[in-house]
């Protein structure tokens, strides 16, 4: 069994904030190098860093990463995409990484920055001038590839979850935020709390702006700039250690009533 024996994040600062010049690796490093030394672990142990990101401009960003915390040159960085379960699937990878016997010490999590993402163009075979784009696609078919909040409404009007439903959630969600302690939390550029918490109500909610049906900008998720790692240790390296065991996990894609499937209207 592998284990998770140490976990750090930033706070969580909406795009265009505190950490507006920050880059991807520039919010990775601090915490990494909290990481280690909340495990008691050198750059040294480390066999591997596996890092999501969803929106940067290609290449390696777990390289880059790697390289600005210091890790050896061996720590070669493996950068996987898959959007919002990435940092879970990059916590499973390092388990099976650990649970073969490749590596002992793998870190992994993600690292995004809506605040620096590169501007994207689309080109055409027939010499247009390429198009930008925000969405990256997610089907073949455009028709069946929805928007997150529009996605969202979809799934909610299919489970039959209502706003009211959904404002309700959002509310307990952020008083548990605003209540709870972060020491797992790396100061970085001032912030120690996430400064999109608030103490939402009922006619906060009812007064916020529609972003898609029953979706609003009080009870989706935003948009930001943040990292998150854990370090994932086989049994020799968490023995005498109190850590967590990782016992299993997988990711699945949506079922035949998600968005993109053919039954959902247009």
């Known amino acids: 069994m592998s284990h998770i024996l140490a976990a750090r994040r930033s706070a969580v600062a909406p795009r265009n904030g505190a950490f507006a010049t920050l880059e991807p690796h520039d919010i990775a490093t601090p915490v990494i190098d909290a990481l280690l030394a909340d495990a008691g672990l050198a750059p040294e142990d480390i066999g591997e860093l596996i890092l999501s990101n969803a929106l940067g401009a290609g290449g390696n960003p777990a390289r880059v990463t790697a390289l600005a915390a210091g890790l050896p040159q061996r720590v070669a960085g493996l950068t996987i995409d898959r959007q919002c379960a990435g940092g879970l699937d990059a ?10 016997g490749l590596h002992e010490v793998v ?14 163009l689309r080109s055409f075979a027939d010499g247009r001038p390429p198009e930008p784009y925000d969405q990256a696609r997610f089907t073949p078919w455009p028709e069946r590839d929805p928007g997150m909040a529009e996605a969202a409404d979809r799934l909610a009007r299919d489970q039959g979850i209502s706003r009211e439903t959904q404002d309700t959630w959002a509310i307990e969600s952020h008083r548990k935020a605003l209540a709870a302690t972060a020491p797992g939390i790396v100061e970085i550029a001032g912030l120690t709390r996430d400064p999109f918490t608030r103490a939402l109500t009922p006619r906060l909610c009812a007064r916020a702006p529609q972003v898609h049906g029953t979706i609003t900008a009080a009870n989706m998720a935003v948009a930001a700039d943040a990292a998150a790692f854990v370090l994932v240790v086989s049994e020799r390296v968490a023995q005498g250690r109190q850590s967590a065991g990782i016992i299993a996990g997988r990711t699945l894609g949506g ?7 053919p039954r959902w209207p247009p």
Do not use: D, F, H, N
């Open 91 to 100: 916590l499973l990878l390092a388990a099976a990484m650990v649970q073969s």
């Open 255 to 261: 079922p035949r009533t998600c968005p993109a499937s």
């Open 107 to 120: 870190i992994a999590g993600g690292a995004e920055s809506y605040s620096r993402r590169p501007q994207r």
